[in-house]
């Protein structure tokens, strides 16, 4: 699976963004596609996945802000990110997870970079 993340950017505290993260190659019938960020220093962190059911989880530090999405037939997962604060400065890094019997497969695109300014 090969995963190109995309979106990024600077933007003010209170604006928003929205990362893309395509997924091409293998296809798994049940994944779960997540964005997780790391900021300097700071080790990496989840911020929200959805299974392909449509079932969601957030962090608490973006929950009633940022809305995970995802286009099943395109393979696309969204991060809509509203309200952002300097505190959501991090790289941000899109993961597609699957099982499939004993075997576990994990796949990271290249991080994009999202700097909220005060």
């Known amino acids: 699976v090969q995963l190109q993340a995309s979106g990024g950017g600077s933007v003010q505290a209170g604006g928003s963004l929205r990362l893309s993260c395509a997924a091409s190659?293998?296809?798994?019938?049940?994944?779960?596609m997540s964005w997780h960020r790391q900021a300097p220093g700071k080790q990496r962190e989840l911020v929200a996945a959805i299974t392909t059911g449509g079932s969601t989880n957030y962090a608490d530090s973006v929950k009633g802000r940022f809305i995970i999405s995802r286009d099943t037939a395109t393979r696309t997962a969204y991060l809509e990110m509203n309200t952002l604060k300097p505190e959501d400065t991090a790289a941000y890094y899109c993961?597609?997870?699957?099982?499939?019997?004993?075997?576990?497969?994990?796949?990271w695109g290249q991080g994009t970079q999202v700097t909220v300014s005060s």
């Open positions: 190659g293998t296809r798994f019938v049940t994944n779960v």
């Open positions: 993961n597609y997870a699957a099982k499939v019997g004993n075997y576990e497969y994990d796949y």
